[in-house]
């Protein structure tokens, strides 16, 4: 037993020696793993392809480009300008309405798009230079664009949970479900945040600007044929009416439909969403199936049953192994971005889960918020160095300073669902009858 423990240790100090290295998280998984399969394991090299055969030959997976590309489109034909500046037309009379727009805004995104990094880029791009302009205080507007991505991964349909359940073997529906009541009590309590950072410090907004009820009405209207769209797309799923990746082609069918008739689509459109499309499709699946093998050779070798019997067998119940997991998500979360830590932690997380009788859709709705706030942790936190990418001219100080705030309202909202767990579950046993 001491000398599988000393392999395990040496293949898993060899992958953050490669991570470390710069090599891509993937092809990272992928050697240490075929270094385990032939000298640890002594499995044959074609384990790779059964392995990956068998954790990507998923009709439900085929949800997830489909899913993307929807989202891609509505985001390249300048959809999203629109529909911050409608979502500002009723938010901005409120304390740090253009910021509560962002949070808003990325909610409705999330429900076009489901990636957080997308958002992040997105509201960085179209909400910060106004915000800048009208005379926010930096600090708030970059940590209420940094913090709110969190939503996009919460909110239906969400490309995170549909990988978590394909690989899990969970149903997306209910899992998609349970995404949608966490997400509006996420988007309330970061909103509360930002009234409450107005409220202690006044000086971080301008002077609140009205609008008219008309103007805001003409503002729905703008908006109103892609909010139907993403309706449309979740009501098939959740009544019943479609599957997921049938319902992801009818929304990716009607958005080129949408722009089209608005006069938006362009052959150079198309060929970068179908492009962004492959990228982060590809890149997902190569992750899993990667996953998926190392998995299979700490399963094989003993080592998942061992560790899941040590932390198991630890004297501080099933809340404090969740603890530890979110602290240990919370230090990963400086290195690593939410669909890293999923891959890298989940083959030896989910036994633990399984054998502490844990739900596994609420465990996935609590996974997206845990390792969603790591995007937001210095020193390599995703969001804030997309951010930075995006606004060079605003130091990494400053976004990680903004953002830290909005870490209080992410653990709040991950304590109601411990304390309150039909907040995701409630939906998905409605829709189950």
Same mark, same amino acid.
């Given at each position: 037993?001491?000398?599988?423990?000393?392999?395990?240790?040496?293949?898993?100090?060899?992958?953050?020696?490669?991570?470390?290295?710069?090599?891509?998280?993937?092809?990272?998984?992928?050697?240490?793993?075929?270094? %385990?399969?032939?000298?640890?394991?002594?499995? $044959?090299?074609?384990?790779?392809?059964?392995?990956?055969?068998?954790?990507?030959?998923?009709?439900?997976?085929?949800?997830? /480009?489909?899913?993307?590309?929807?989202?891609?489109?509505?985001?390249?034909?300048?959809?999203?300008?629109? =529909?911050?500046?409608?979502?500002?037309?009723?938010?901005?009379?409120?304390?740090?309405?253009?910021?509560?727009?962002?949070?808003?805004?990325?909610?409705?995104?999330?429900?076009?798009?489901?990636?957080?990094?997308?958002?992040?880029?997105?509201?960085?791009?179209?909400?910060? $230079?106004?915000?800048?302009?009208?005379?926010?205080?930096?600090?708030?507007?970059?940590?209420?664009?940094?913090?709110?991505?969190?939503?996009?991964?919460?909110?239906?349909?969400?490309?995170?949970?549909?990988?978590?359940?394909?690989?899990?073997?969970?149903?997306?529906?209910?899992?998609?479900?349970?995404? =949608?009541? /966490?997400?509006?009590?996420?988007?309330?309590?970061?909103?509360?945040?930002?009234?409450?950072?107005?409220?202690?410090?006044?000086?971080?907004? /301008?002077?609140?600007?009205?609008?008219?009820?008309?103007?805001?009405?003409?503002?729905?209207?703008?908006?109103?044929?892609?909010?139907?769209?993403?309706?449309?797309? =979740?009501?098939?799923?959740?009544? %019943? &009416?479609?599957? $997921?990746?049938?319902?992801?082609?009818?929304?990716?069918?009607?958005?080129?439909?949408?722009?089209?008739?608005?006069?938006?689509?362009?052959?150079?459109?198309?060929?970068?969403?179908?492009?962004?499309?492959?990228?982060?499709?590809?890149?997902?699946?190569?992750?899993?199936?990667?996953?998926?093998?190392?998995?299979?050779?700490?399963?094989?070798?003993?080592?998942?049953?061992?560790?899941?019997?040590?932390?198991?067998?630890?004297?501080?119940?099933?809340?404090?192994?969740?603890?530890?997991?979110?602290?240990?998500?919370?230090?990963?979360?400086?290195?690593?971005?939410?669909?890293?830590?999923? &891959?890298?932690?989940?083959?030896?997380?989910?036994?633990?889960?399984?054998?502490?009788?844990?739900?596994?859709?609420?465990?996935?709705?609590?996974?997206?918020?845990?390792? %969603?706030?790591?995007?937001?942790?210095?020193?390599?936190?995703?969001?804030?160095?997309?951010?930075?990418?995006?606004?060079?001219?605003? /130091?990494?100080?400053?976004?990680?300073?903004?953002?830290?705030?909005?870490?209080?309202?992410?653990?709040?909202?991950?304590?109601?669902?411990?304390?309150?767990?039909?907040?995701?579950?409630?939906?998905?046993?409605? =829709?189950?009858?």
């Amino acid at each position: 037993m001491g000398a599988e423990i000393g392999m395990a240790v040496l293949l898993i100090m060899g992958l953050f020696v490669l991570l470390a290295l710069g090599l891509e998280i993937a092809w990272s998984i992928g050697i240490v793993a075929l270094v %385990g399969l032939i000298w640890y394991i002594d499995q $044959p090299v074609s384990q790779i392809a059964e392995t990956a055969w068998s954790s990507l030959n998923s009709f439900t997976l085929t949800a997830m /480009p489909l899913f993307i590309f929807m989202g891609t489109i509505l985001g390249n034909t300048g959809v999203n300008e629109r =529909l911050f500046a409608a979502v500002d037309k009723w938010f901005g009379h409120l304390p740090g309405g253009l910021a509560m727009s962002v949070i808003a805004g990325n909610a409705i995104f999330g429900a076009m798009c489901g990636s957080a990094m997308a958002a992040t880029a997105t509201f960085g791009k179209i909400a910060f $230079p106004v915000m800048e302009k009208k005379g926010y205080s930096p600090r708030l507007g970059l940590g209420a664009i940094a913090s709110a991505d969190i939503l996009s991964p919460l909110i239906p349909p969400s490309i995170l949970l549909i990988i978590y359940g394909s690989w899990q073997g969970i149903s997306i529906v209910d899992l998609l479900a349970a995404g =949608l009541i /966490p997400g509006l009590t996420m988007m309330i309590l970061l909103m509360l945040a930002i009234v409450v950072q107005v409220k202690l410090n006044p000086d971080l907004i /301008p002077k609140v600007v009205r609008y008219s009820w008309q103007q805001r009405f003409k503002a729905i209207l703008e908006v109103l044929p892609f909010a139907a769209l993403i309706a449309g797309v =979740l009501g098939a799923i959740f009544g %019943g &009416f479609m599957t $997921p990746t049938e319902a992801a082609a009818l929304g990716a069918f009607l958005s080129l439909l949408l722009t089209l008739g608005y006069g938006r689509l362009t052959f150079n459109i198309l060929k970068r969403s179908l492009l962004e499309t492959v990228k982060v499709t590809s890149f997902s699946l190569f992750i899993m199936a990667m996953a998926t093998l190392i998995s299979h050779v700490f399963n094989s070798a003993g080592i998942i049953p061992l560790i899941k019997d040590f932390v198991i067998n630890l004297p501080i119940g099933k809340y404090g192994i969740l603890g530890l997991f979110f602290v240990m998500y919370f230090f990963m979360g400086m290195f690593f971005d939410s669909w890293s830590m999923l &891959f890298l932690t989940f083959p030896f997380v989910m036994p633990i889960i399984i054998s502490l009788d844990i739900n596994l859709v609420w465990w996935g709705v609590v996974y997206v918020m845990a390792g %969603g706030q790591a995007s937001m942790t210095p020193p390599f936190g995703l969001s804030l160095a997309v951010l930075h990418g995006v606004v060079p001219w605003h /130091p990494m100080e400053t976004i990680a300073r903004g953002a830290f705030p909005f870490l209080i309202p992410i653990y709040l909202n991950i304590l109601l669902l411990m304390v309150f767990p039909q907040l995701a579950l409630w939906l998905p046993g409605l =829709l189950g009858g």
